[in-house]
Nanobody, 120 residues
Framework: QVQLVESGGGLVQAGGSLRLSCAASGRTFSTYAMGWFRQASGKEREFVGAIRWSEGSTYYAASVKGRFTISRDNAKNTVYLQMNNLKPEDTAIYYC?????????????WGQGTQVTVSS
């Protein structure tokens, strides 16, 4: 079992920055990757980015590439989403998710989400 807790959301003006954190606990030894997703009001959930846990390789959705950066702290079992040059269209609830090696394709555990609101 893995528990994920997001934090760091809030209200920020366009052009500003926020750093989201996702702290993992439980069976984190089996983590293959951790990802960030977001869901805006009235829209479907979309992929933001992910990081391979062992070596730290990252990949991003085109909509955030160049503005968002994912990093990890292995000692703290925490993944971060640094968001720069935020735009109103980035407003959404942001979720982190864990992909375990033992459970096949797809994300296995999800956090509760943290609200990010970008005002113009």
């Amino acid at each position: 079992q893995v528990q994920l807790v997001e934090s760091g959301g809030g209200l920020v003006q366009a052009g500003g920055s926020l750093r989201l954190s996702c702290a993992a606990s439980g069976r984190t030894f089996s983590t293959y990757a951790m990802g960030w997703f977001r869901q805006a009001s009235g829209k479907e959930r979309e992929f933001v980015g992910a990081i391979r846990w062992s070596e730290g390789s990252t990949y991003y959705a085109a909509s955030v590439k160049g503005r968002f950066t994912i990093s990890r702290d292995n000692a703290k079992n925490t993944v971060y989403l640094q968001m720069n040059n935020l735009k109103p269209e980035d407003t959404a609830i942001y979720y982190c998710a864990s992909d375990l090696k033992t459970n096949g394709v797809g994300y296995d555990y999800w956090g509760q989400g943290t609200q990010v609101t970008v005002s113009s």
